[in-house]
């Protein structure tokens, strides 16, 4: 069975304090990792998607970065506007490809 | 464009009765999923869709919750009897094909007194 954990459960930064999230996972056969952004009384938002290990992606002020066990989301320079929470998936082959499991996400909260 | 829709946004029904959830995928868009999602946690996978019909329902909790998607587009999730229990936010996604990213609409927050 898939599992994906994430950590901390919540974050708190100060504006332009850069941190970073972490997604472990357990699949038999990874094919893909999503990060999404979910805002509160918002459905998740898409973020990344990641399929081999050393791959990278950046979108503004967010790079997320894959190994063959877990998944860093970094945030560089964090604004209040970026206080979301970033939930991590995954896709697994013996799941087939409809189903992704999800963690129960990071609560990052930015303050000015 | 248009992303997904869902309504209603909220629903609120007593212990017992019969609701229906909507779901307007994006256009184009064959594949079609239910989550449902509780306070503090991840979504949970309950039904996927490709075309009109649903390939893959293992993440539906019981006969009690049913979904169909008669035209290939828009979906209904149906939850009959419903209990206090399945109070939680049900969320609706749709992808070009079941290989490619899920894109979520906003929710339908349902709540069961």
């Known amino acids: 069975e898939d599992q994906v954990t994430q950590s901390p459960e919540a974050l708190r930064l100060q504006e332009g304090e850069s941190s970073s999230l972490n997604c472990s996972y357990t699949?038999?056969?990874?094919?893909?990792l999503f990060w999404y952004r979910q805002d509160p009384g918002k459905g998740p938002e898409f973020l990344f998607t990641?399929?081999?290990a050393g791959e990278e992606k950046e979108k503004e002020r967010l790079k997320a970065t894959l190994t063959k066990k877990e998944s860093f989301l970094h945030i560089t320079a964090p604004k209040p506007e970026d206080s979301a929470t970033y939930l991590c998936?995954?896709?697994?082959?013996?799941?087939?490809?409809?189903?992704?499991?999800f963690g129960t996400g990071t609560k990052l909260q930015v303050i000015p | 464009g248009a992303g997904v829709s869902q309504t209603p946004s909220n629903k609120v029904t007593e212990k017992g009765k019969y609701v229906e959830l909507r779901c307007d995928p994006i256009?184009?868009?064959?594949?079609l999923y239910w989550y449902r999602q509780s306070l503090g946690q991840g979504p949970e996978f309950l039904i996927y869709?490709?075309?009109?019909?649903?390939?893959?329902d293992s993440g539906l909790p019981n006969d009690r919750f049913f979904a169909v998607r008669p035209e290939g587009s828009v979906s209904t999730l149906k939850i009959q009897r419903t209990e206090r229990g399945d109070s939680a936010v049900y969320l609706c996604?749709?992808?070009?094909?079941?290989?490619?990213?899920?894109?979520f609409g906003p929710g339908t927050r349902l709540t069961v007194l």
């Open positions: 256009s184009g868009h064959t594949a």
């Open positions: 990641l399929y081999s």
């Open positions: 996604a749709s992808s070009f094909n079941k290989q490619d990213t899920q894109y």
């Open positions: 699949v038999s056969g990874l094919r893909g």
């Open positions: 869709f490709q075309g009109t019909g649903a390939a893959d």
């Open positions: 998936a995954v896709r697994d082959l013996s799941g087939g490809y409809q189903k992704v499991t």
